[in-house]
Structure formats: structure tokens, C-alpha cells
Nanobody
Framework: QVQLVESGGGLVQAGGSLRLSCAAS????????MAWFRQAPGKEREFVAR????????YYAEAVKGRITLSRDVAKNTMYLQMNSLKPEDTAVYYC?????????????????????WGQGSQVTVSS
């Protein structure tokens, strides 16, 4: 099992930047498909970005592509989400997640139901 703890959220003005961290313990993040999701008030949890288990490929939601970069440091067992050019619509609680299973359908990786482990969430608020 893996435990996930997010940090780095906060309040930032539109156009600003934040970097979220997801520190894992219990097992290496290389064992999991890792992802970031977010949930705004009154909305469903939505996919933001994910990284392959090999760590060589990243995927992004269209709404954040070009502004957000996902990376990981295996030695620190930590995943990061660098967010630039933030917009008020990026305001949400951001969650890191880990999935132990692989699927023949990659569409599963974009749904929160596929992920087995979640962090507690980190609030990101972008003011206009």
C-alpha cells in the first residue's frame, strides 16, 4: 500500500504560479500509475494530469495543457505539479492519486474511479 500527502497549495493571483507536491510513502511511486485530479465546489472530480509508470510519458487535460507540468522524483518518492499562468477557473482542491492496476483501455486512467489511493487534497485558490 502507498500513502499520499499533498502540499503546496494556497492563494495566488491570476497569472501566478504554484507547485504542488505529492509525497508518497510505503511503496515506490514507480509501482503505480500516478495522477492529479481536482474538484471545484459543486463539481465532479476531474482529471488534470497523469504520468506513466515508467515515468517517460505525461498526459494532460486540455484545460491545463501548456500551463501545467507534471514531474516526479523517484529518489524522493514524490510527484509534482507545476502550475503556471493560473486562472480563477483553476480554483479547486487538488488530489494526487495512485492506481495499481493497468487497463487495456486507457480511458480508464482519466476517471477517478480507477485510482485506489488518494491524498487528502490541497486547496488552490486563484483570485481574479
Amino acid at each position: 500500500q502507498v500513502q499520499l500527502v499533498e502540499s503546496g497549495g494556497g492563494l495566488v493571483q491570476a497569472g501566478g504560479s504554484l507547485r504542488l507536491s505529492c509525497a508518497a510513502s510505503g511503496r515506490s511511486i514507480r509501482s503505480y500509475l500516478m495522477a492529479w485530479f481536482r474538484q471545484a465546489p459543486g463539481k465532479e472530480r476531474e482529471f488534470v494530469a497523469r504520468i506513466s509508470r515508467a515515468g517517460d510519458t505525461t498526459y494532460y487535460a486540455e484545460a491545463v495543457k501548456g500551463r501545467i507540468t507534471l514531474s516526479r522524483d523517484v529518489a524522493k518518492n514524490t510527484m509534482y505539479l507545476q502550475m503556471n499562468s493560473l486562472k480563477p477557473e483553476d480554483t479547486a482542491v487538488y488530489y494526487c492519486a495512485a492506481a495499481s492496476r493497468l487497463s487495456t483501455s486507457r480511458s480508464h486512467y482519466y476517471t477517478s474511479a480507477w485510482y485506489d489511493y488518494w491524498g487528502q487534497g490541497s486547496q488552490v485558490t486563484v483570485s481574479s
